[in-house]
């Protein structure tokens, strides 16, 4: 794996990182209307990553089939759905603000929950960029560098956010400010070591590329419409999460345009 490879997919740990850290500089925890802000700025940046650097690749890899060229597209994309799906529904885990915990009854503490419902949205983040820089080792024509890092750079500047939410909910909640941070960055850890998984399994696969870029869209999707949007709903005031998730969409429609 290249250093450019690596470093790419270390792109979007980093951003969750950081934005972890945000324990050791703010004294009160996140209000309701920034949480819903920066869930809306994620939410877009997904959507737009989803569209831009995963579907439409996948369905230009397939122009090959004339006018079934959406049909890799739509099977991975259902894939990626169901795959989620599938997760969610034997994963325990706890959503923001959520009183009651989703998944298999299981004896673990709130904050435990908390951590494994972001861990749980971060892998087809992982599969995301991993698929992509898969592509690009590939020599696959519609996969540029510049696009590659277009999709790690969106992600990881969602990551920073989302590093943010989970950390500080934690420090409020009793834990101390290192451990916080350490959930918080843990949480993201599973996206370089998706992204690395990803990678080898696609060089043994490069022909099921258009499948597999889809399937990540498909799972980002599945994050994004059944965690991410109710919780920039909830509540009074959810402007703010509107027009921040307009702002994610057009800030990662412009890095892909941009560097792709």
Not at 66 to 85: E, R, Y
Not at 86 to 111: C, F, I, Q, W, Y
Not at 194 to 202: H, P, R, S, V
Request: one cysteine or more; charged letters at 10%.
């Amino acid at each position: 794996m290249s250093i450019e490879v690596l470093m790419g997919i270390m792109i979007p740990f980093t951003g969750t990182a950081l934005g972890s850290a945000c324990v050791f500089l703010l004294k009160n925890g996140l209000g309701a209307k920034v949480q819903r802000a920066l869930t809306g700025f994620a939410s877009g940046v997904m959507v737009a990553a989803s569209i831009w650097s995963l579907i439409i690749p996948a369905m230009e890899q397939s122009e090959g089939l004339g006018s079934l060229s959406f049909v890799p597209a739509c099977a991975g994309f259902w894939l990626g759905i169901l795959f989620l799906l599938v997760l969610d529904s034997v994963t325990p885990h706890l959503h923001m603000n959520a009183e009651k915990a989703e998944g298999p009854k299981a004896r673990l503490k709130k904050t435990t929950m908390m951590v494994l419902a972001v861990t749980l949205h971060n892998i087809p983040e992982g599969m995301a960029v991993g698929v992509v820089y898969a592509g690009l080792i590939s020599k696959n024509a519609s996969i540029t560098a510049g696009g590659a890092l277009a999709l790690a750079l969106g992600i990881a500047i969602q990551n920073f956010p989302e590093g943010a939410i989970i950390s500080m909910p934690l420090c409020a909640e009793g834990k101390s400010k290192g451990r916080a941070f350490l959930d918080g960055v843990l949480s993201g850890a599973v996206e370089p070591v998706g992204a690395a998984l990803t990678i080898l399994a696609a060089g043994l696969i490069v022909r099921a590329m258009p499948y597999l870029l889809s399937f990540a869209a498909g799972a980002m999707m599945y994050v994004v419409v059944e965690e991410l949007i109710p919780e920039m709903s909830a509540g009074e005031h959810t402007n703010i999460g509107v027009i921040m998730f307009a702002t994610g969409f057009t800030l990662m429609m412009a890095l892909d345009v941009a560097l792709g």
